[in-house]
């Protein structure tokens, strides 16, 4: 069983950065790609941000694209997003995942990840 913990989230002003990172445990961590959801009070789950279980694919939300990076360090089992230029509607809880199987394509869709962390709670302030 994959566990999933995600950390780094908080209180920030608008224009601040925040790094997220999801230590996974339970799987060989670097045949397994990384996925980043968020969501917002009231609202649907949304795709974030993925890197492919190899490294050097990446996948961005038309919404974060030039204010957010993911990476992954196979070394220490755990994936990261930097999250720059934040502004209220990037306010929500952020969610890791990765798929059930190892190897697999890059997805952007929720139904494509089986293990998920608890969340943890990003607020930015105007």
């Known amino acids: 069983q994959a566990q999933l913990v995600e950390s780094g989230g908080g209180l920030v002003q608008a224009g601040g950065s925040l790094r997220l990172s999801c230590a996974v445990s339970g799987r060989t961590f670097s045949m397994y790609d990384v996925a980043w959801f968020r969501q917002a009070p009231g609202k649907e789950r949304e795709f974030v941000a993925a890197i492919g279980w190899t490294g050097d694919k990446t996948l961005y939300a038309d919404s974060v694209k030039g204010r957010f990076s993911i990476s992954r360090d196979n070394g220490a089992s755990t994936g990261y997003l930097e999250m720059n230029s934040l502004s209220p509607e990037d306010t929500g809880i952020y969610y890791c995942?990765?798929?059930?199987?190892?190897?697999?394509?890059?997805?952007?869709?929720?139904?494509?990840?089986?293990?998920w962390g608890q969340g943890t709670q990003v607020t930015v302030s105007s």
């Open positions: 995942a990765i798929p059930q199987t190892p190897w697999t394509l890059l997805k952007q869709f929720s139904e494509g990840y089986f293990y």
